[in-house]
């Protein structure tokens, strides 16, 4: 379970793709960043923009500004991020003991993020069902105040002491 939570908080959002970065999964891996993108490059065609591309230096620094934890990684280079499918890939190219047993604990990481986005969602559409139940319950609520409101307004108009003596011309 911590290697899932260790793992989730490495993958980051990137042009609508979740991603992990060339470093992190260095990291995880026990190899160097630069031992990694040379492993990529040399089997590139498996890698196409969709698996893997590399950061604009404005998303580099926009992540960097929202996770202090990657303040400390000073890089020679803007990293590349990894998709899902780009991290599956890596297991094709890296073929140690090590990469093998990580790329099936990222892929778990990513299906279990995917189910809880699916569950939420769902709560999310549920609240949103409750919502306009109350709402509407609250507008029924004030028409029925509204009515005895007027109802009671009616009484009061009805009720009232006539005056005793005379009228004045």
């Given at each position: 379970?911590?290697?899932?939570i260790q793992i989730k908080n490495m993958i980051y959002?990137?042009?609508g793709y979740k991603v992990m970065l060339d470093s992190d999964l260095a990291a995880l891996y026990e190899v160097e960043t630069k031992r990694l993108n040379e492993a990529?490059?040399?089997n590139i065609k498996r890698f196409p923009s969709n698996f893997?591309?590399?950061?604009?230096?404005?998303?580099?620094?926009n992540l960097r500004s929202?996770?202090?934890t990657l303040d400390k990684d000073i890089r020679k280079y803007i990293p590349y991020a990894f998709t899902e499918q780009g991290v599956a890939m890596?297991?094709?190219?890296?073929?140690?003991?090590?990469?093998?047993?990580v790329n099936?604990?990222?892929?778990?990481t990513f299906v279990k993020m995917r189910q809880w986005a699916i569950e939420n969602k769902e709560l999310a559409q549920r609240l949103t069902e409750l919502e306009h139940y109350f709402l509407q319950h609250c507008k029924e609520t004030d028409i029925e105040f509204k009515q005895i409101y007027d109802a009671l307004n009616l009484l009061m108009e009805r009720t009232r002491p006539t005056t005793i003596g005379f009228k004045k011309d």
């Open positions: 379970m911590n290697e899932v959002e990137v042009r990529v490059k040399r893997m591309f590399q950061l604009t230096k404005e998303e580099w620094q929202q996770f202090a890596l297991s094709s190219v890296l073929k140690s003991e090590k990469a093998i047993q099936i604990q990222i892929m778990n």
